[in-house]
């Protein structure tokens, strides 16, 4: 019969160490402030902004204020999916006509971008994406890609010429996955550990764990009601002092991009 420290070995298994990244920082203000508590309650390692965001200034001096703390990173964006949040580019549109639809906000799907963009102007956007972050004072230590549109022709070169030009990390990798953590989540205590446990199973050393924590109220909810309550699941999770305690004991290491 084993005892409880045996037990605990057991279940943890082999120790992995995970990317944890919290996207869309910039997007709305509950998304912010989601972000904000989840860095000091040291679960959100990794998190990319939208340079392009609308609601970019809510809560960013204290994004600022926490560089030491958590991976900034650039999720460089080329679409605007929402129907009822919209954003453009953050160079003058005439600069980049091929990116914005006839409104001069982006396209909203990644299929559109590849039809219509020019690697030109994705070049210049990526560009002046990474030197208004800078100017508002962050420095950026990776790039990822919001709506993961590296797949379109010519543009991971773009995007990977980007990184080891302004010496970013690459936040984008074969190992990415959007792990829903809030879907389903009936939000007990006892079910967190079994939630956890469940990812950790198809888990490997080097995953990126993509979340999307937001703070539920009146800009999220124009997402749409659905999007916005599996978003603040999310976020209750990962401001949950047992979720840390959880990832520990299961041997989930969660690691910044600037450690690769």
């Known amino acids: 019969m084993k005892n409880s420290d045996q037990r605990d070995e057991t279940t943890a298994g082999s120790p992995i160490a995970i990317y944890l990244r919290a996207d869309d920082f910039g997007a709305s203000p509950g998304s912010n402030e989601a972000i904000i508590d989840a860095i000091d309650c040291r679960t959100i390692r990794n998190v990319g902004v939208m340079a392009p965001g609308p609601h970019l200034e809510h809560c960013f001096d204290a994004l600022v204020e926490r560089q030491g703390e958590a991976c900034i990173g650039m999720h460089a964006t080329l679409n605007s999916e929402w129907s009822n949040v919209r954003w453009g580019p953050v160079s003058p549109a005439e ?71 302004e010496g970013l990390v690459s936040g984008v990798a074969p190992s990415q996955a959007y792990v829903s953590l809030g879907d389903g989540h009936d939000w007990s205590q006892d079910s967190l550990a079994e939630l956890l446990e469940g990812v950790r199973q198809n888990a490997q050393t080097g995953d990126i764990w993509v979340t999307h924590p937001a703070h539920q109220e009146a800009v999220t909810e124009q997402f749409g009601i659905k999007v916005a309550e599996r978003r603040a699941r999310e976020a209750r999770l990962l401001i949950d002092p047992q979720f840390l305690k959880s990832t520990q004991k299961l041997g989930i290491r969660l690691k910044r991009f600037d450690e690769a």
């Open 95 to 165: 600069q980049v006509a091929s990116l914005v639809d006839p409104d001069g906000f982006f396209w909203k799907q990644t299929s559109q971008t590849n039809e219509k963009a020019q690697l030109e102007h994705i070049t210049i956007e990526l560009e002046a994406q990474l030197d208004a972050l800078r100017r508002k004072g962050l420095e950026p230590r990776y790039i990822d890609t919001h709506m993961m549109f590296q797949w379109i022709p010519g543009v991971a070169e773009i995007v990977a010429y980007l990184a080891k030009r």
